[in-house]
């Protein structure tokens, strides 16, 4: 089988303190030699192979591993944006207008949509990605979201607990109901895990442990929407559930922040929504300090956060939540690898999947400095590159 090594790499973070230098395990003057889809090596610059790319000197990292995104909708909602630019509020109840969009969507198009969203990714950088259903909220239309998603990963997320539709809402337990019945069993055949949204106008407490353990029940992982719009029992509630990860985390209390530090669920960070929805930042320094594991992520959608630039989540991170280049750089590579329970990934490491990304810049730090430059020069997926 051939070989790929992207050679004279000025910076290379591996992700792996033991084989460089500092958190990130960066290695100067480095080569990394991919074979089979696979790091087989990590070793001084000047290294042979069927095939050299040559870094000149540049930065390489491990490829991006966005961990929570919503690829799968039909429609726009730009004018609710410009809106809010002028003042309204951001409101969970958006969410119901693109699950119309979506509904009245044939699976083909909603692929097509989505295979674009996953293109503009991948160029800018993100070899890895989780994509939650969500705008369905009925059972054909969620099982057609989960399909659509598992064409494109293998980290497909049931959402159907995303807001009570419309026909629901003089009896949204009803609809807890469905979720966990018919729509789980037309929807868990094509997923690893199970979300939903703990908000104030989507699910409470009660509902939401609901869906996710019979989410368990049917063999999914768990992860939550929680504490985006103010604060609440949803970090407590993942964490007590065990839950891989609970995303937003915009309002903390001290119990919140205690509960993370001490429990096995990731704080997933999604800068871009609170731009995007102009919430306060969270607070990563108090998150990080006390000790828990955090992974930065684009929440791409239609409504909160309509990015792909993981890079744009970097700056907002370091410039706005103060976290270093090297946390944010590790959050939305391996941390988004924990948040996913993928050890295969995040990482330039032997026998890890073989995800680079070779920058236009000498060192990560340009993702904050040159913010908004495209600094991806080219991405490797399994060791080709794309
Ligand atoms: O993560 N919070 C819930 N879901 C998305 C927003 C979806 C929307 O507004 O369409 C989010 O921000």
């Avoid at 990934?345 to 913010?371: E, K, Q």
Wanted: aromatic share 6%.
């Amino acid at each position: 089988m051939s070989s790929l090594a992207i050679d004279n790499v000025g910076l290379l973070i591996t992700n792996d303190p033991s084989l460089g230098d500092g958190a990130l395990g960066e290695v100067r003057d480095a080569a990394v030699v991919f074979e089979d889809g696979v790091v087989v090596a990590v070793e001084r610059a000047g290294v042979e192979a069927d095939e050299r790319v040559d870094a000149e000197g540049r930065c390489v990292i491990p490829g991006f591993v966005d961990s929570h995104t919503h690829l799968v909708f039909a429609g726009d909602r730009s004018v609710e944006f410009a809106a809010r630019m002028a003042g309204a509020d951001y409101e969970a109840g958006g969410i119901r207008v693109t699950a119309a969009a979506t509904r009245g969507a044939s699976a083909a198009e909603l692929e097509r949509l989505a295979r674009e969203r996953r293109a503009e990714g991948l160029r800018a950088g993100i070899t890895h990605v989780e994509i939650k259903s969500g705008y369905g909220l009925d059972v054909a239309a969620e099982a057609k979201s989960c399909e659509v998603a598992a064409a494109l990963t293998d980290d497909v997320t049931f959402l159907g607990a995303h807001v009570v539709p419309a026909e629901f809402e003089a009896d949204p337990d009803a609809y807890v109901a469905l979720v966990c019945g018919e729509m789980l069993a037309a929807c868990a055949p094509s997923c690893r895990w199970i979300d939903a949204f703990c908000e104030v106008g989507a699910f409470d407490a009660d509902q939401c442990r609901t869906v996710l353990e019979a989410g368990r029940a049917a063999g999914l992982g768990l992860r939550l929407h929680g504490n985006q719009l103010g604060p609440g029992p949803g970090v407590r509630l993942a964490v007590e559930l065990e839950a891989a990860s609970v995303d937003h985390c915009t309002y903390l209390t001290d119990a919140d922040v205690e509960a993370l530090a001490a429990g096995p669920t990731v704080a997933t960070f999604l800068p871009a929504t609170d731009f995007s929805t102009r919430q306060p930042y969270p607070d990563a320094r108090r998150v990080i300090d006390a000790g828990a594991t955090v992974a930065l992520a684009t929440n791409t959608n239609p409504g909160s956060s309509n990015t792909t630039s993981m890079a744009f989540c970097i700056a907002l991170a370091v410039r706005d939540m103060h976290m270093t280049v090297a946390e944010a750089v590790r959050a939305a590579t391996l941390g988004g690898a924990e948040a996913l329970h993928r050890p295969d990934l995040g990482r330039l490491t032997p026998d890890a999947r073989a995800d680079a990304i070779l920058l236009d810049a000498t060192s990560p730090t340009d993702f904050v400095y040159r913010p908004g430059v495209p600094l991806v020069r080219e991405t490797f997926v399994a060791g080709r590159r794309v």
